[in-house]
């Protein structure tokens, strides 16, 4: 069935339906959670009113019940990476003004809080559901709609060790702040790397993938491998010589290792994208995620350059040049990126409103990594209308935030983020089997 943008239905970023559920014994009956039936055979009208019936009641019980955790969406730690961001982007005292740093420092504590709480309140579900549904837990790794969700989780520990070591030393002591960073380096660096490969294999062991179910989603483990410096230099500022020596060579194969993927990544949808016809509206937002690979790889390249100078020597200067060079190139198609997606939003607005999922925290993230690269870059050049072109980009990104948490809040009192296909999440091209019988 396509959608008003056309393309094939996908529930990946707040699609409002289920998938089809074909019934094994005919193969007529399609069923979707917004109460419409498509009849794929042997269409009749009491077959219709039938399963119209049943989709309001199975929807009527899924609000009843409140919290699903068979329905749980595997993007929910994208809430830590896009307000982890936020507190970055505080704590970079946009702007660089004096009368301004002291409120931007009081707000990226008060951010940094809430990504502590989100971290553990979030892995509390993602652990539960692995636990007692591992079927259904193991059946949306393997779709490549939601796989690529499950990526957010390494992603948003990565994100986290990065806030505390840009903003934890504002509330704790340095010692605490580097074990912090340490112990989530442990557990993120290694789990994104599998998480990663495991997807990749997961995609190459089926044979039913289409161009449709292409996405920006696609991006997610790619930008998680690209984050890994930003958390290895966290570590290199207290390292010995020779452990300097293995972070950032480690720090340059992860940005190789992720930067790569995203270009692989790109060409697929790239060819989605010009060869097929658009995605539905569900899945919008998703194309937004192109802006954290490149944002996420521009900054991580300024940061290895300096942090990696000592090991250098003479060609310090050399390879603090060409990183700079690299990371211009890499805004530069950044900025076309944005006023694309931008221009591609406004299209997708007009025919209507687009549907609430758990990919809206695709406008978050995204958004502040191409900010952070903006306000390194402008620094780093010593260009004061760049440095306001990111203080913008900030404001914008706060909007985005709030609005973005402001309408994940209610959707989590509602009850409309847990009912099937409500999320962004439905069974079929890249939903959980957690809402089927």
């Given amino acids: 069935m396509e959608s008003r943008a056309g393309g094939v239905d996908s529930p990946l970023i707040g699609q409002d339906r289920i ?20 009849v794929l055979r042997g269409e009749n009208a009491a077959l219709r009113a039938e399963m119209r019936h049943l989709a309001h009641e199975l929807e009527r019980e899924e609000r009843r019940h409140g919290f ?23 704590a970079a005292n946009p702007g660089n003004w004096s009368g301004l740093r002291g409120p931007a420092l009081d707000g990226a504590r008060a951010v940094a809080v809430l990504v502590a709480l989100l971290m553990v309140g979030l892995a509390v579900p993602y652990a539960a559901r692995l636990v007692r549904y591992p079927r259904e837990a193991l059946a949306d790794f393997r779709s490549p709609v939601l796989g690529p969700m499950y990526a957010t989780v390494p992603a948003g520990l990565l994100v986290g060790a990065v806030v505390a070591g840009s903003v934890g030393p504002l509330i704790l002591s340095r010692a605490v702040v580097y074990d912090l960073v340490f112990w989530l380096a442990w557990v993120g660096v290694p789990l994104t790397f599998a998480v990663s490969v495991a997807f990749v294999y997961a995609m190459l062991s089926q044979r039913d993938n289409s161009m449709a179910q292409v996405s920006g989603s696609w991006f997610i483990p790619p930008v998680a491998n690209i984050v890994v410096p930003l958390v290895l230099v966290e570590l290199a ?13 480690a720090g340059y194969a992860f940005w190789g290792m992720g930067f790569v993927l995203f270009l692989l990544v790109l060409s697929l949808l790239h060819d989605r994208l010009v060869l097929h016809p658009m995605p539905p509206a569900g899945m919008a937002p998703s194309l937004v995620i192109g802006l954290g690979p490149v944002g996420v790889g521009a900054l991580a390249l300024l940061r290895l350059s300096a942090t990696s100078a000592p090991l250098f020597g003479h060609f310090a200067g050399s390879v603090s040049t060409l990183s700079l060079i690299t990371a211009s190139v890499l805004w530069g198609f950044g900025l076309w990126w944005f006023f694309t997606t931008l221009v591609v939003m406004v299209r997708y607005l007009v025919e209507g409103p687009l549907p609430y999922g758990m990919g809206w925290w695709a406008f978050t993230f995204p958004l502040g990594a191409f900010t952070m690269a903006t306000l390194a870059l402008a620094r780093a050049w010593r260009l004061t209308d760049v440095e306001y072109m990111g203080v913008g980009l900030v404001a914008l990104l706060l909007v985005l935030w709030l609005v973005v948490t402001l309408r994940t809040l209610w959707a989590s009192i509602s009850g409309e983020a847990w009912a099937p296909g409500r999320g962004g999440a439905s069974p079929g091209i890249g939903a959980p089997t957690s809402v089927l019988p």
């Fill in 19 to 38: 998938d089809p559920v074909a019934d094994p014994t005919d193969g007529v009956r399609a069923l979707g959670a917004t109460g419409e039936v498509e």
């Fill in 68 to 90: 699903c955790l068979r329905c749980f969406h595997p993007g929910w730690y994208a809430a830590v990476m896009g307000t982890g961001i936020v507190a970055i982007a505080l």
């Fill in 237 to 249: 500022a207290h390292a010995d010589p020779a452990t300097l020596r293995l972070l950032t060579f």
